[in-house]
């Protein structure tokens, strides 16, 4: 077991896990912090994503040992994000949701896509959400809500 | 993205690439030396080359140097799964990074390498054709000697990008798969490896004059 300091959501929280325990876990069970999803648990799914220092990452598979000083931001904390904020009204507005057990992690991926890309094409949707999969089989209404979002953010 | 091999694709690729600057074109030797006298025979050099190549088409490390728009992994160097693209960076797009999976070092409780600045090295730097063969060892060495493909390397910046590139480090250790168990070698050692590129290098990086 090892100590560590982790900033999720702009608060310092500490937990004592072993160093090989995947973030996600970390999340879901020491800081009861269940909207990130567990679905595959070898990164195939999507479902887990967080971003890391922005970046969209599979929680699932990051040992909490490599996390570092890098801030988390989980689908808990990604509403207080402008960004964050509009994907998840355009979210809402377009109805996305069938089951929703994967949205988190499409959520977040989304997002990650939206601060890269303001106008963001078919191709540009297709390609970066391709890692995220949904088994009720969303991905129209999750491309016209990533442009909707892009469009309120204009 | 995730499993084996990336790593040492770019940098390796690249530096070894640069190493031939010297010359130009075709065949063997002869180039390096009208700069700088080879203090070794061609037919060490050559010889030197050979294990070069046995490490460079190792799917440690070609399996980031694609024609394609992905990377592969594993041993059979399959497609990279999760719908991976290289991206115009080779690093992957917006929310789907090779950053998404692979970190700074490998990630052995989940099966995932990494290594700092996980990247596929650029299509310049392909050493597969389009439909994933191998390039020759004729045609390889002559891309990765060609000035205006590698990265503009020459000699000892190959060396030294086989020394130091942790992604070239990294197809040496490249740690576990997600049952346990040791992802494969190359066939040299990384202390061999370095001795046959300064063996090839200085013999004035020849290449073979047949495929």
């Known amino acids: ?154 | 993205m995730v499993p084996s091999g990336r790593a040492f694709r770019g940098s390796s690729a690249v530096l070894i690439v640069i190493a031939c600057l010297a010359w130009s074109t075709s065949l063997s030797h002869a180039q390096g030396a009208s700069q700088k006298p080879a203090s070794t025979t061609s037919e060490a050099g050559l010889a030197a080359w050979q294990q070069v190549y046995s490490v460079l088409t190792h799917p440690r490390c070609i399996n980031c140097h694609t024609a394609t728009n992905h990377p592969e992994q594993g041993d059979d160097r399959h497609r990279h799964l999760f719908n991976v693209v290289r991206g115009p960076e080779g690093k992957g797009v917006p929310g789907l990074n090779c950053a998404t999976c692979h970190q700074s070092a490998n990630a052995d409780s989940t099966g995932v390498p990494g290594a700092h600045n996980w990247h596929l090295a650029p299509l310049s730097m392909k050493w597969q054709d389009t439909s994933d063969n191998i390039l020759s060892s004729k045609a390889l060495c002559q891309s990765l000697t060609d000035r205006s493909k590698n990265g503009s390397l020459d000699g000892p910046a190959i060396l030294h990008h086989h020394q130091q590139e942790p992604l070239v480090l990294w197809a040496f250790q490249p740690g576990r798969r997600r049952d346990g168990t040791a992802r494969s070698l190359p066939p040299l050692t990384h202390e061999e490896f370095v001795s046959a590129t300064k063996t090839w290098i200085d013999a004035g990086t020849p290449c073979p004059q047949n495929p």
């Open chain 1, 1 to 154: 077991m090892q100590t560590y300091k982790l900033t999720v959501n702009g608060q310092t929280r500490e937990v004592s896990v072993d160093p090989g325990t995947p973030l996600l876990w970390v999340l879901r069970e020491d800081l009861k912090m269940t909207g990130t999803k567990y679905g595959c648990g070898i990164s195939a799914c999507g479902a887990c994503t967080v971003h890391l220092a922005g970046v969209a990452t599979r929680s699932c598979v990051v040992p909490v040992s490599l996390v570092g000083d890098r801030p988390i931001v989980t689908i808990e904390g990604i509403g207080e994000d402008r960004v964050g904020r509009a994907v998840q009204d355009a979210w809402v507005s377009e109805d996305v949701v069938q089951c929703g057990y994967c949205q988190s992690g499409q959520i977040m991926s989304a997002v990650a896509l939206l601060k890269s890309r303001q106008k963001p094409s078919d191709e540009d949707i297709e390609e970066s959400m391709g890692g995220n999969i949904c088994r009720c089989g969303t991905y129209v209404r999750i491309r016209k809500a990533i442009k909707t979002a892009a469009q309120q953010l204009a």
